[in-house]
């Protein structure tokens, strides 16, 4: 610094030729740089903008055809929930109808089977009134034989007989 001083000259100004390589040196990298790093900087900036913008865009439409399917699966599924409402009630339906046609073949049979028994119940009266009628007849002229002292083993008067005894003892027993 000292000789700096006494050379005359302000120490804060290099000399020119060291001003003068600095610029061409600056203007040589600046050169080197515009001509070529700026340009292959931008190209990936710009190559990165686009890819950002086309990844939004991509997520947009994504999520746009996200929201569609959304929307169909949500109209699939009330369309099937209204399906299935559809055809548990038809299926109620059917189990009623399927019920009350049960219903009414179990009471056709059981009035079937009620018929058969009073048939059978009458049929059953008629043949113990027959043979009842038949026994009673058989010891009223057996009684009759004992009481008269008078044989009445003809046919036809014990027939006779017997129908009078029975008819009196019907109208007796109806008063």
Same mark, same amino acid.
């Given at each position: 610094m000292y000789l700096a001083a006494e050379e005359g000259g302000n120490i804060l100004l290099p000399p020119l030729a060291e001003i003068i390589v600095g610029l061409v040196a600056f203007g040589l990298v600046l050169w080197v740089l515009s001509k070529f790093v700026f340009p292959r900087m931008e190209a990936m900036y710009q190559a990165r903008v686009d890819a950002i913008e086309g990844g939004i865009k991509r997520a947009e439409a994504a999520q746009a055809e996200a929201n569609q399917l959304l929307e169909q699966y949500r109209a699939q599924l009330?369309?099937?929930?209204?399906?299935? #409402?559809?055809?548990?009630?038809? #299926?109620?339906?059917?189990?009623?109808?399927?019920?009350?046609?049960?219903?009414?073949? #179990?009471?056709?049979?059981?009035?079937?089977?009620?018929?058969?028994?009073?048939?059978?119940?009458?049929?059953?009266?008629?043949?113990?009134?027959?043979?009842?009628?038949?026994?009673?007849?058989?010891?009223?002229?057996?009684? #009759?034989?004992?009481?008269?002292?008078?044989?009445?083993?003809?046919?036809?008067?014990?027939?006779?007989?017997?129908?009078?005894?029975?008819?009196?003892?019907?109208?007796?027993?109806?008063?």
């Open positions: 009330a369309e099937a929930r209204t399906d299935a #409402a559809k055809i548990r009630d038809d #299926a109620r339906a059917d189990a009623e109808g399927i019920r009350q046609d049960i219903l009414a073949k #179990a009471r056709e049979e059981s009035d079937r089977i009620i018929a058969a028994g009073k048939e059978q119940l009458a049929a059953e009266r008629a043949t113990i009134v027959r043979e009842l009628r038949t026994e009673v007849g058989t010891i009223a002229v057996e009684l #009759a034989s004992r009481i008269v002292g008078e044989s009445l083993a003809d046919e036809a008067r014990r027939k006779g007989t017997v129908e009078r005894f029975l008819t009196d003892l019907e109208s007796t027993g109806a008063r």
